[in-house]
């Protein structure tokens, strides 16, 4: 016997398979998805490697070499996953190993599987003999615990030898004696799933309504036609979407197929995955990224051995390994989380997607400020679109207002708030109703504007801001390139009142803090919150009434239910707005409305301020307004000219490497290959440009951007452009990462 064995590095020359000879003795352990043991190279140094394929004859002519060993008692992986790999390797332009190992989660592989099997108890005896036996022992200490355990077993039939630990407090002694003693045993076998005990109706303490059910039905017209196909429900804050999505897996869990339900951040939506709990009880597993090894390894070992049927997890919970998946729920679904930050830059609605179709199975996308990309597929029938107009319980919209921060300036007023939002936050602290101070995180870049007539320094190129670079004053454009001197005096008004925008969270808690000497603040940025539980810690808190104002980043715009707050101040809106991004206009809509979502949510009369120099951005106006149709007309219109996505396709290509000097030559040099090969000028290439963080851990990033209409002829240009660039030119110290749209 013969297998294909892929090396368990990342290196695009071992992007491939290589055969080897399995001795007789290892033939019984062979199996797709196992790793091997294999001698590799001209030095022959032992090597991991993952069993791809098996085969019976192999035609070559060198000597074949032997593996050395199977590692893995259980294989890792099988062939439904290897075309997930291959989907995500040609996606992505990855190699092949790195989209294995993103399937796999880390340490995962490497808990032994036996270990980890849940031990599960049972009585062995007929009840009559443990009454007698508990008869006979009751008085003596010594069988106290023994008691307590036959006790609890005779009560739960079978159950966890780890959850009887928990809630007896006993140790694993009496266990012991018991099972000596044949009183009781352990059972290793599956405990399958009830279905029943899912479906048996959870009571809930309202129907759902007519919009409710209207979606409920549609979407299960297309569970039962067991068809690939993709829905998308677009319902303000507080419609009611989470109850439908329930709805939808039940029946779902009904036809004994599994759910996949991702959800942006799990710390941040503790609401959303305790109701899901409440729901599907133990049938559901959650995944979040502070799970250890072994906890991440149970929970896949769940659904291995199909104990459950939802998963609830952020964007990794897309590789949960079921085998029947019916139907995928993407939640808030234009979140920018869904795209993997690191190598292969995964979209996990992509790979929701793909499973869907191979599944044939229902894509639910739910959002109350869907992304472009999606309500464009949405409006051209690609999607079904399902609306949910009316906020449950008939809670109100908050009003909003945008506050003209240029005339507070004129009227003298240099505090971080307006005077109007000052009595507002007055007259709430004087209610004891609670307030929500809001400011966009911008960690880097920084932007140049004029706060007496609102001008931002922009590249005439590009039309998109300058960053501000402090090291050079100098503003540069992170498309183009283009790069110019700092200006001190405003090309539009003439003003000094020309500098760069920048507010930390801090700064705003002293200010507020310094205005307002008796309010009780509470502050939740990426400082206070970098501890485990810190989030809900202050969530809890703000919740139960001990502080009157929460000054926090994006963190604080999603789903929280926060029953008392009434007004909600937005700082600076400037600093979304102005973001070198084609999305920053998306992005500022999707989180204003969302963190204008936080107001009025128990009924109460609630008002939204919008503080900036831009009071007559359309953005702003189609927020207040709620109009989120305008908003996509505009915005549609806008990427249809400028020729950015969903028209067309874009690709960088990031140069990493630790001197810079180098960098530059190299992607100058590539820019040329590029250029070379765009024969037919079908592509626009633009760059090469610093990255937004040009340094990171000692290593420097310059960009390239090229945009194309067609998606897989962009990405085999690219490719081959860079393959002929690797080849020809003698590419050294550096990494080369491409990042599709
Ligand atoms: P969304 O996901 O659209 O923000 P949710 O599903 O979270 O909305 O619903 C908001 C709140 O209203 C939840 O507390 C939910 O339990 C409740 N709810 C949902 N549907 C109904 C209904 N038909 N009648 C009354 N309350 C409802
Ligand atoms: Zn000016
Ligand atoms: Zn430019």
Redesign the pocket.
């Given at each position: 016997m013969y297998v294909n064995i892929l090396i368990d590095r990342s290196n695009s020359k071992l992007n491939k398979t290589f055969s080897y000879k399995v001795p007789a003795q290892l033939e019984c352990k062979v199996e797709i998805g196992k790793r091997v043991l294999v001698p590799f190279g001209v030095k022959n140094k032992p090597e991991d490697g993952y069993i791809i394929e098996k085969l019976q004859h192999v035609n070559i002519e060198y000597q074949i070499k032997e593996i050395i060993d199977v590692i893995d008692g259980f294989p890792l992986f099988d062939l439904k996953t290897l075309k997930l790999v291959d989907f995500i390797k040609e996606k992505y332009m990855c190699n092949m190993i790195d989209a294995i190992n993103i399937i796999i989660p880390g340490g995962v592989k490497n808990v032994t599987a036996e270990s980890n099997t849940e031990k599960y108890l049972n009585i062995k005896v007929s009840k009559d003999d443990i009454d007698s036996f508990i008869t006979k022992n009751e008085s003596k200490e010594k069988y106290k615990a023994q008691i307590q355990v036959l006790n609890y077993l005779r009560e739960n039939s079978i159950v966890k030898a780890s959850d009887l630990k928990d809630d007896l407090k006993v140790t694993d002694s009496p266990i012991k004696t018991l099972i000596k003693n044949e009183l009781i045993e352990v059972s290793r076998q599956d405990k399958k799933l009830d279905i029943y005990k899912v479906l048996k109706d959870k009571s809930k303490d309202?129907?759902?309504?007519n919009e409710?059910i209207v979606a409920v039905e549609k979407i299960k017209e297309k569970i039962y036609a067991k068809k690939f196909s993709e829905i998308l429900i677009f319902?303000v804050?507080?419609?009611?979407?989470?109850?439908v999505y329930i709805e939808a897996i039940k029946e779902v869990i009904k036809q004994g197929r599994q759910a996949i339900v991702l959800v942006p951040e799990i710390a941040l939506t503790p609401q959303i995955v305790r109701r899901f709990k409440q729901h599907f009880g133990e049938y559901i597993v959650v995944m979040h990224s502070k799970l250890s090894d072994t906890e991440k390894y149970n929970q896949l070992n769940k659904i291995k051995k199909k104990e459950v049927s939802v998963m609830v997890g952020p964007r990794s919970a897309i590789f949960a390994p079921f085998d029947d998946v019916g139907i995928i729920v993407i939640d808030e679904e234009h979140e920018s989380t869904y795209k993997s930050e690191n190598t292969p830059k995964y979209d996990a609605k992509e790979v929701a997607k793909f499973i869907c179709e191979s599944n044939n199975a229902v894509l639910l996308y739910g959002s109350a400020t869907p992304s472009i990309d999606t309500y464009y597929r949405a409006e051209k029938g690609e999607i079904e679109l399902i609306k949910l107009n009316k906020r449950?319980?008939e809670a109100k919209n908050p009003t909003i207002h945008i506050v003209d921060m240029k005339e507070e300036l004129k009227n003298g007023n240099t505090t971080i708030i307006s005077r109007e939002v000052h009595k507002q936050i007055q007259d709430k602290l004087n209610k004891n109703e609670q307030i929500l101070v809001f400011i966009n995180r911008r960690g880097f870049s920084t932007f140049v504007s004029c706060r007496k007539c609102g001008y931002v320094m922009k590249c005439d190129n590009c039309d998109v801001p300058y960053v501000y670079h402090y090291d050079t004053d100098t503003l540069a454009c992170h498309h183009c390139g283009k790069s110019i001197r700092n200006v001190n005096m405003c090309p539009e008004c003439n003003s000094k009142y020309i500098k760069f925008f920048g507010l930390g969270t801090e700064k705003v808690e002293d200010d507020i803090q310094g205005l307002f000497k008796n309010a009780r603040i509470l502050r939740m940025d990426a400082d206070t919150t970098s501890k485990k539980n810190s989030h809900d810690n202050i969530l809890t808190d703000f919740n139960e009434g001990n502080a009157d104002i929460l000054i926090g980043t994006q963190m604080i715009a999603k789903?929280h239910d926060f029953r008392n707050v009434t007004l909600v101040v937005i700082l600076a809106a400037d600093m979304s707005l102005n973001i070198q991004d084609f999305r920053a206009y998306e992005r500022a809509f999707q989180l204003f409305t969302q963190v204008a979502g936080r107001a009025g949510r128990s009924g109460k009369d609630s008002i939204v301020y919008i503080q900036t120099y831009e009071e007559k951005n359309y953005v702003l106006e189609c927020i207040k307004n709620y109009d989120y149709e305008r908003f996509y007309e505009n915005e549609i219109m806008l990427r249809e000219q400028l020729e950015n996505p969903p028209f067309s396709n874009i690709c960088i290509i990031t140069l990493v490497g630790e001197n810079e000097k180098k960098i530059i030559i190299y992607i100058n040099g590539l820019k040329k290959y590029l250029e070379y090969y765009n024969i037919k000028g079908n592509y626009k290439i633009l760059g090469p440009a610093p990255n937004f963080i040009k340094k990171m851990n000692d290593n420097y990033r310059w960009r390239l951007v090229i945009k194309g209409t067609d998606e897989e002829k962009l990405k085999s240009f690219v490719k081959y452009s860079i393959n002929k660039f690797n080849e020809k030119e003698n590419v050294k110290d550096l990494k080369i990462q491409i990042d599709m749209n």
């Open positions: 309202f129907v759902l309504n409710q319902g804050t507080s419609s009611g979407k989470t109850e449950v319980n789903g």
